[in-house]
């Protein structure tokens, strides 16, 4: 949430490196790997398994729909917690103790989303989007490593995003596949347990390594802030679950309080009279909107492509592996992409950031236009189609992430007013957690209503992928047209 402290090559504790980095990196990010086996192993199932486990007696349409409001309301809350999640780690708890708490509160979450009643399952998804906000220092641990001159600094974040895609990429392949559809999808809770558990062991055990590094104060508050910490956890546990159970509610809460951020930043300008930096703040709404816009469709892969890949896709493999395929072009392509900008910034071409964007918009709509064509040309006799189209949809989504995404998180720092980055950084965060909520409802027209009775078919995944082309690919003209002048209101930031 807020930047690292410059820490002066002196401060840095020294053990030495290893393989070219400092000792206490290759740790964080052994840690990061199974954080992120945990969250994406359960992820990869979990529309479905809501869908069949606690709301098949609706009917399979309608119990879809249920799901996909459900699971998109839990993953938009994980996005918005981070918000508090980062005061509390900055203000009461300290990095490390907020780190280590959130994969022990996260373990016991998956342990009670494992349970068999919906509100022992919406209890656990409760705790776990509480521990997913206090992880946020996680990241900053990560620079906490390097002074700030140090030329290794971007080749540890580098490793950073590779951990996060490798654990989520091996990780549908156990936890969805050779155990929840082999044994039940409630093991497949367990099996994410265990990957949080391990990351929590590990962190515990080699946490106070990192105590040079944080910032002084860090310490000031004693053991019974963590007891604070988790009494207030377990109160909200309740109140929070309750609110999952109604996603208009939750849906309205979190658009009430998108609103509140913006109207505070409008607040802001207008008392700072700052003309240029008012503009920033323009541009950095406009590039938000893409922001939104572009994960509201591409978070189709959390629900109803999933639902699409297992019901209407024949592959020679289980459908919860399809969630594999963005971490793998991920970890494929992102080296290319890391070289293809700097390649083209030599010769004057590279595009700009709001450029940049509109590409990732496109390249997003063109991925449902190339499902919706697969849908209307190339379906099987018994209705379904192959499994390369989807593979083709997901690997233009992740060439657009790769466009749009990793500059976004520097965007903010440039654009924001210093003295307000952290509140901004969050307000970035909570766009995607407004893309979440927006992508549920997005699923739910896959599925329509007859009557009182809901029912589905693949005609009905390409008409609403047919609006979903039309509109993203509008957005992402305007933001290519728009470019220069986005650009202008940026005040030299490329």
């Known amino acids: 949430m807020n930047e690292a402290r410059a820490v002066a090559p002196s401060d840095l504790p020294r053990e030495g490196s290893l393989w070219g980095h400092p000792r206490q990196l290759w740790m964080l990010l052994g840690v990061t790997v199974w954080f992120n086996f945990a969250f994406y192993g359960f992820r990869a199932f979990l529309a479905p398994y809501i869908a069949q486990h606690f709301f098949a007696h609706l009917g399979a349409a309608a119990a879809q729909r249920q799901a996909d409001l459900l699971g998109s309301g839990f993953l938009a809350l994980m996005y918005a917690t981070p918000i508090v999640g980062g005061y509390v780690a900055d203000k009461i708890l300290g990095e490390t103790r907020s780190v280590a708490l959130s994969f022990w509160l ?282 390369w189209p989807l593979m083709l949809c997901y690997l233009l989504q992740t060439l657009g992430e790769l466009a749009l995404s990793p500059i976004g998180y520097a965007l903010v720092g440039q654009l924001a007013a210093p003295e307000e980055s952290s509140l901004a950084m969050g307000g970035w965060f909570f766009g995607v957690a407004i893309a979440y909520q927006l992508a549920g409802w997005i699923a739910t027209l896959t599925t329509k209503m007859s009557g009182t009775t809901a029912i589905t078919g693949i005609s009905d995944y390409a008409h609403v992928y047919t609006q979903v082309f039309a509109w993203g690919l509008g957005v992402g003209l305007v933001f290519l047209f728009a470019a220069p002048w986005i650009r202008k209101l940026m005040h030299g930031v490329h």
């Open 106 to 387: 996260g373990t016991l979450a998956l342990l009670l989303m494992a349970l068999p009643t919906l509100e022992g399952f919406e209890l656990g998804m409760a705790a776990f989007a509480l521990g997913v906000g206090l992880n946020i220092p996680l990241t900053v641990l990560i620079g906490r490593n390097y002074a700030d001159d140090d030329s290794r600094r971007d080749g540890g974040y580098t490793l950073y995003y590779l951990a996060i895609n490798l654990g989520s990429f091996i990780a549908p392949m156990i936890c969805a596949d050779l155990i929840g559809r082999h044994y039940g999808y409630r093991w497949g809770f367990l099996a994410a347990a265990v990957g949080m558990l391990l990351a929590g062991v590990v962190f515990q055990w080699r946490k106070h390594k990192l105590d040079p590094l944080l910032p002084k104060g860090d310490h000031l508050h004693g053991p019974m802030a963590t007891v604070w910490v988790v009494l207030a956890i377990a109160v909200l546990m309740y109140p929070v679950a309750m609110l999952l159970a109604y996603p208009r509610i939750l849906s309205d809460v979190m658009y009430a309080l998108m609103g509140l951020l913006v109207l505070y930043f409008a607040v802001s300008c207008v008392r700072r009279r700052d003309r240029v930096q008012t503009q920033r703040y323009l541009a950095l709404l406009l590039l938000f909107v893409g922001l939104v816009v572009f994960w509201a469709l591409s978070l189709q892969g959390v629900t109803s492509l999933n639902f699409l890949a297992r019901d209407y896709v024949d592959a020679p493999w289980d459908f919860s592996w399809f969630q594999s395929a963005n971490p793998f072009y991920i970890l494929l392509f992102a080296p290319f992409l890391a070289m293809l900008w700097p390649w083209l910034e030599r010769r004057g071409r590279d595009p700009s950031t709001p450029r940049k964007f509109g590409i990732g918009v496109v390249l997003v709509a063109l991925s449902y236009g190339v499902l919706v064509y697969a849908i209307d040309h190339l379906r099987h006799g018994d209705g379904h189609i192959g499994w």
